[in-house]
């Protein structure tokens, strides 16, 4: 999955987010547009939560002991090895959290896209309950 791509995907999706108080034909249609806008970025959103999953999935895969840490273990230095396990671990959680950002960042951006509809959903309700 390609984050600029992603992200293009969500801006013209965004772009399709509008409405016209006009008559109540036109406004249910356009709710309905906007629901269909919705389901897809929701589907975009179980993608990035996907990546998410198989970022965190790689990192606790990828976390074998250290040989030197083995190694000390069997010398009797566990509490050198246990430092260098524990500093290994870190800089396994940094990398996660680093590869992740982007996701749960464009996972925000589709909150928002989201939200900014069900208030142009409930305008357009306030419209029709008005007509």
């Known amino acids: 999955m390609d984050i600029t791509d992603t992200q293009l995907k969500i801006n013209q999706l965004q772009n399709q987010l509008k409405l016209t108080l006009d008559n109540p034909s036109s406004v249910k249609l356009q709710i309905k547009q906007i629901n269909l806008v919705q389901k897809q970025l929701k589907a975009i959103k179980k993608e990035v939560n996907l990546q998410i999953k198989q970022i965190n999935q790689t990192a606790s895969q990828s976390t074998p002991d250290s040989l030197i840490s083995v190694g000390l273990d069997l010398f009797g230095k566990r509490r050198l090895a246990g430092q260098i396990r524990q500093s290994t671990r ?30 142009l959903k409930l305008k357009a309700e306030e419209f029709l309950a008005n007509y």
């Not at 996972?107 to 989201?114: H, L, P, R, T």
């Open 90 to 119: 870190k800089a396994i959680q940094a990398e996660k959290i680093s590869l992740r950002q982007p996701y749960i960042n464009l996972k925000d951006y589709i909150d928002a896209v989201i939200l900014e509809g069900d208030k």
